[in-house]
């Protein structure tokens, strides 16, 4: 895999990110939405199977492909699942011309002034080795804010990069991603704290590295253009964050520079239950509306 093809796609090619990455805990919600309760499986490995063959019915549909997807994240299940005999993030890349992420965040803590840092990621260096072998071009880390409180949110800056130090010493990119609750009382207050934190932290990023930040779409347009400008930055992406993709992709155009990460705004109209061929429209049309809202800014 090509580490300098990928960087110039993310870097300047128009597009957006798949978020492809609901975990243990989201699973069986995403699975209800796609048309199978939980009353259609037994145990975590039959739960994770159905996952992993929603994902691959995405993945290898014909509109899911890098001339508007230019990367998507995935579960460390997806990234150690096959396509076929193909380990997935191969696939991705040769097959669909779309950068594979990982998913490192291993779910937060209680909340304590106003946030919820991660909890303790074991094993994340063997981790992320293993995410260069399968030819993984950069992780994510989750993180959340619910009060505009500014030592939580400084704690969460910081625990943010921390973490993204470790990553880039593997030569991978970070995606941050300190997410605003969008039913946050004080989410204009607390998105105004959190990008002063940011630039701090940018600016003091130590060695030559890049990194990349997975926000919310926030109540200011253009709230964080002087980050999507940051030269410690390789893209500023928006996650969708409960937004309906009409609601999330009107909000994402009105912010210059940012793309689109979305998840539930991706996927949320896909069944089970549909032919491939309604499979897929429905997907092109969800990845056509994301990608314009990406590209043409208001």
Known sequence: MSIESMKSQLSAKPGFIAALDQSGGSTPGAL????IP???????????????????RIITAPSFIGDKVIAAILFERTMDGLVGEKPVPSYLWEDRGVVPFLKVDKGLEDEVDGVRLMKPIPGLDPLLARAVKLGIYGTKERSVINLANPEGIAAIAAQQFDVARQIAAHGLV??????VLIKSPQKAAAEAILRDELARGLDALPGDYQVMLKLTIPETPDLYLDLVR???VQRVVALSGGYTLDDACARLAANHGMIASFSRALVGELKASMTDAEFDATLAAAI????????IKS
């Open 38 to 56: 939980e009353s259609a499986y037994h145990g975590d490995d039959e739960m994770f199977r159905l996952m992993h063959e929603m994902r691959v």
């Open 230 to 232: 940051h030269p410690r």
């Open 174 to 179: 970070p995606i941050l991603e300190p997410e």
């Open 32 to 35: 209800s939405h796609y048309g």
């Open 288 to 295: 056509d509306k994301i990608y314009r809202a990406s590209t």
